[in-house]
């Protein structure tokens, strides 16, 4: 995920080296953190199906897990930058900022940031959920 969102990010030439290793970072992090509950849950909903069924089950559950954690992650960070202006920690207007915030960051990344998948992950996504679709459990 870190090759795709560095690759997309060079291609379209958005930013500097410091900004694309961040972004990188970000979506290394986020498909580390999505591989093995999206795993667990593909492999619990599919059971001993046909090998096309598991592999359309990992297909979503794959691509879910990894878009939700880089989304969350992006919205934890979204949500430090503007924490300086955010009220006292663990007050009722605390935690209607924290998740309007979160919530936020989360839309913006689905509508802006998905496409840095695509290169690199979308490909990748295909192979591995292949692998584990056509692995007998």
Known sequence: MAA?????????????????????LLFALGGVFAY?????AAGFVTGNRRRETR??????????????????LFGLYYRAYYAAWHGPAFSIEWTYQFVFTVAA???????????????????????????HGTRVR
């Open 55 to 72: 592999f359309a089950t990992f297909v979503v559950a794959l691509a879910t897990a990894t878009i939700g954690a880089t989304a969350l």
């Open 105 to 131: 960051a989360v839309y913006h990344f689905c509508v802006l940031g998905i496409r840095l998948f695509i290169p690199i992950g979308f490909p990748a996504l295909l192979a591995v959920s292949l692998w």
């Open 4 to 24: 795709s969102a560095a690759l997309s990010i060079w291609r379209y030439a958005w930013q500097d080296g410091m900004a694309m290793l961040a972004v990188a």
């Open 36 to 40: 093995a509950p999206g795993v667990i």
